[in-house]
């Protein structure tokens, strides 16, 4: 299931534009677009990736484009191609509050015909292991380690009623579909990486989970378990503070809360900090930005490039856009740009499932393995799988 596409920005026909939309749906944004008159493939990395961005919407802008757009996915390795669409048609609005959750379709059901993991229990948990060994030698504070569902279904999937699903089921996450060359991802992410208004810039980091429980008591018992635990507060404090660190120099004031607070999903608890900060400069780039927080080490690790270089050991494939960005940025610089998690690439009959969980020193790797499925749980739920 590959989701590479050619390093270039051309046109592209190789996508069905009639067919194939676009959303991206959160509390403050609802963008929807259709068709790919350009995909731009530029890695962000990229020295000349900011310079053909913008040569990109001037030429938008000469063909009477009045407002230029770019939506799409990010990978996870931002030295890998981009996806990023300009559109044949785009609207851009406020979200419009309305209860989706009446979308639920408890009719839509599929059945599994095969499925397997990547990698294989015992292979995930030896690579926690030596995570840990790493830990312990004070080589790394954090890495993410993650595995694969592959599934195979009897029939092929309706992609329409598999995303109202999703949206009715997660009504309070980051919604997103892209078109990607051999399917569409799509999902319910939990997690804002970044949204920039002007001067102002918004960030949503998660670090530190646990498993919802369907009793009430239970679940508030788990809840209050997850906020004093030294471990997850431990993971969760990383993160922060690579932020921190990461915007110190574009923000004027540092006003990120030193102490998290719990958000959910219907399947996860998870600690959270909402940071809001204004730029110095409000021209300062979208993808400046995202350069210098992603990954952050909720979905990477600490210190970052030791992290990396220990998931690309370990993991036996490449995230590809899994763990990436889903959003979109307008020519003004402003957009917002969602974590890829809680998702699935969907192609005919098949899809895979993407989780992963942070290991810090005191992890258990029996447990992490039974995160990573806990949060699978969010696609699993929408698909109807039986």
Not at 81 to 92: F, G, K, N, R
Not at 147 to 172: C, G, W, Y
Not at 182 to 205: T, W
Request: charged content about 20%.
């Amino acid at each position: 299931m590959d989701m590479l596409v050619s390093n270039s920005s051309s046109s592209h026909s190789a996508l069905n534009a009639t067919s194939e939309s676009f959303l991206f749906y959160s509390d403050t944004s609802s963008v929807r677009s259709k068709g790919i008159k350009t995909l731009f493939t530029t890695p962000v990395n990229d020295n000349h990736f900011q310079n053909k961005l913008q040569e990109l919407f001037q030429r938008e802008r000469l063909a009477g484009n009045e407002s230029p757009i770019v939506v799409g996915a990010i990978p996870f390795d931002l030295g890998q191609p981009c996806h990023l669409i300009v559109p044949e048609w785009s609207s851009t609005q406020k979200t419009p509050t309305f209860d989706i959750t009446r979308f639920n379709d408890k009719s839509f059901v599929n059945y599994v015909k095969n499925y397997y993991y990547i990698p294989e229990y015992d292979y995930f948990i030896a690579g926690v292991k030596e995570v840990l060994s790493h830990c312990k030698g004070q080589d790394l504070d954090k890495v993410v380690l993650s595995r694969l569902l592959d599934i195979e279904f009897n029939t092929a999937l309706d992609i329409d009623r598999l995303m109202s699903n999703i949206m009715a089921q997660n009504p309070n996450a980051f919604h997103f579909r892209v078109p990607l060359k051999n399917g569409v991802l799509l999902g319910a992410s939990p997690e804002l990486l970044l949204r920039k208004e002007g001067a102002n810039i918004y960030s949503n980091p998660l670090a530190g989970s646990a498993n919802r429980s369907q009793d009430p008591k239970e679940d508030q018992a788990i809840a209050d378990a997850l906020s004093v635990s030294e471990k997850d507060l431990y993971e969760h404090r990383l993160v922060v503070d690579s932020i921190r660190s990461a915007l110190k120099g574009f923000v004027k004031n540092d006003r990120i809360p030193h102490v998290p607070s719990l958000i959910h999903t219907p399947t996860m608890w998870h600690l959270s900090t909402q940071i809001k900060e204004e730029l110095n400069d409000s021209n300062t780039c979208l993808f400046e930005l995202i350069k210098a927080l992603h990954p952050t080490p909720a979905m990477g690790g600490t210190p970052k490039d030791t992290a990396m270089s220990v998931i690309q050991a370990i993991e036996p494939y490449q995230r590809r856009f899994f763990s990436g960005l889903v959003g979109w940025c307008d020519d003004q610089g402003n957009g917002e740009w969602a974590v890829a998690i809680r998702c699935a690439h969907v192609s005919g009959t098949k899809a895979r499932l993407f989780a992963g969980a942070g290991i810090v020193s005191g992890s258990d790797p029996y447990k992490e393995w039974k995160e990573t499925g806990d949060k699978m749980r969010t696609m699993l739920n929408a698909f109807g799988v039986r």
